[in-house]
């Protein structure tokens, strides 16, 4: 089975410009998460979907994060205008909770590095 | 809010020996869910161990086993016969069983393995 599938893998912009990220999540999993990952403050979720519905988006940064999920198997996270503090790697997750009570795990894409300069 | 303390930024180990990484964590909740994943330089995220709160049995897969100490909060891992692919940065993590679906990272250790 195909993982999660995020793209692009590395993305280098200047400030100011428009970013999108995009998150393919495993078929048939009905959650779908996005980390962002920095040296000084580790990883940290940014917000997360459940049957395409956005859950939990305090993690959202500011009002230039932008998230969506138009159906169940894409994803997109923008920023814009994007600045220098938002360099980090960008992960998407899956997994097929969605119910209280379940053990399972959440599945990582391969990441994005962003880099604004 | 949960939080998740990794006390060991780095460890290194010799190539066959065992290693221990520690993780402790803070919550008021009674049922949750522990992990650990391991990040090598490719940064994938790759899921090594998991436990449920409620089981009293220490998880293992392979030559990966935790120490979960429930009234102490602590979840340690160790790695036995550590080989050279063993080499990455560990994240703990914990997630609650009837809240929000998001882990909740430590910080990472860095692990070395020596030959």
């Known amino acids: 089975d195909a993982g999660v599938i995020q793209s692009p893998r590395h993305e280098v912009t200047e400030m100011g410009q428009e970013v999108t990220l995009r998150c393919k999540p495993i078929?048939?999993?009905?959650?779908l998460f996005w980390y962002r990952q920095t040296m000084m403050r580790g990883l940290e979720l940014l917000i997360y979907f459940n049957n395409n519905v956005p859950i939990d988006d305090s993690g959202m940064p500011e009002d230039r994060f932008s998230a969506k999920m138009p159906n169940a198997s894409f994803s997109t996270l923008k920023i814009q205008p994007s600045e220098p503090r938002d360099s980090a790697v960008y992960f998407c997750a899956s997994s097929p909770t969605g119910y209280r009570g379940s053990n399972q795990p959440q599945h990582f894409g391969d990441g994005t590095r962003l880099s604004i300069l | 809010a949960q939080t998740v303390t990794q006390s060991q930024p780095e460890m290194s180990v010799q190539e066959a020996e065992t290693v221990t990484l520690s993780c402790t964590y803070d919550?008021?909740?009674?049922?949750?869910?522990l992990f650990w994943y391991k990040q090598p330089p490719s940064r994938q995220m790759i899921l090594v161990i998991r436990?449920?709160?409620?089981?009293?049995q220490n998880a293992t897969e392979n030559r990966f086993s935790v120490n979960f100490q429930k009234a102490a909060k602590s979840f340690s891992l160790k790695i036995s016969d550590s080989q050279l692919g063993d080499a990455a940065m560990y994240f703990c993590a914990y997630r609650s069983q009837g809240g929000s679906e998001k882990l909740v990272f430590g910080k990472g250790t860095k692990l070395t393995v020596n030959p």
């Open positions: 436990q449920e709160a409620y089981k009293q």
């Open positions: 078929s048939g999993h009905n959650s």
């Open positions: 919550t008021s909740e009674s049922d949750y869910y």
